[in-house]
């Protein structure tokens, strides 16, 4: 798996759209870009993945650019819920069990 | 839906004793995965089992662990004898085989004194 590189820690006004970098600049072309996230005190939650196109659900967008070494996750309208540790993974699709979680981004939500 | 169930949520015990750590699956999901969490550590991936046989067990610390998965709706991780560098945060997930995101347990707190 390409190693990824994410600010340790981030804060975001509650309402406000939370957007989370993550570096991959050895990412390989049959790479997937996922994200993760963990409540305190939860198991670890899928959000959103993607390749090369923007992707979109109802949790989150996720923003790939065209070079493919990062890419940005962005909770449109952040509540104090979604503060919690957010892992970006980089992986081929298959055997989703086997990612590398790295230390993630701590986003703190504030009212 | 019920998710991954973990038991139990929190274990408490000497340095020494047997610990068994104890999962159910998503039905249906033919692959389990257990994880250990700490803070030094993060999140590693133990071991994991595709239709209930061990694929990959290169992330089990040592002999004093052992994993087993006797049908597709229950696996264990057993710890004996237990020490307090054990102590962490033990995860168990599941999914169907190549599928793209697995789905985790709420996790076993472990503290060996």
């Known amino acids: 798996d390409a190693k990824t590189t994410q600010p340790t820690s981030m804060d975001c006004a509650e309402g406000r759209a939370a957007n989370l970098p993550c570096n991959h600049s050895t990412i390989s072309g049959n790479e997937y870009v996922y994200w993760y996230r963990q409540i305190h005190s939860q198991g670890p939650q899928y959000i959103i993945h993607?390749?090369?196109n923007n992707e979109t659900n109802e949790m989150a967008s996720l923003i790939i650019t065209e070079d493919r070494k990062s890419s940005t996750l962005i909770l449109p309208h952040a509540t104090l819920r979604d503060t919690a540790v957010y892992y970006c993974i980089v992986r081929v699709n298959t055997n989703a069990g086997k990612s590398t979680f790295g230390d993630g981004t701590t986003l703190t939500v504030k009212p | 839906d019920a998710g991954v169930i973990q038991s139990p949520r929190h274990e408490v015990t000497e340095m020494g004793q047997e610990v068994t750590l104890r999962c159910k699956p998503i039905s249906g999901h033919n692959s389990l995965f257990w994880y250990r969490q700490t803070m030094m550590r993060g999140l590693e991936l133990l071991i994991y089992f595709n239709n209930n046989v061990p694929i990959d067990d290169s992330g089990m610390p040592e002999d004093r662990f052992s994993a087993k998965m006797p049908n597709a709706s229950f696996s264990t991780l057993k710890i004996q004898p237990s020490e307090p560098r054990d102590s962490a945060v033990y995860f168990c997930?599941?999914?169907?085989?190549?599928?793209?995101?697995?789905?985790f347990g709420e996790g076993s707190w472990l503290t060996v004194v």
């Open positions: 997930a599941s999914s169907t085989t190549g599928a793209n995101t697995i789905y």
């Open positions: 993607g390749l090369k």
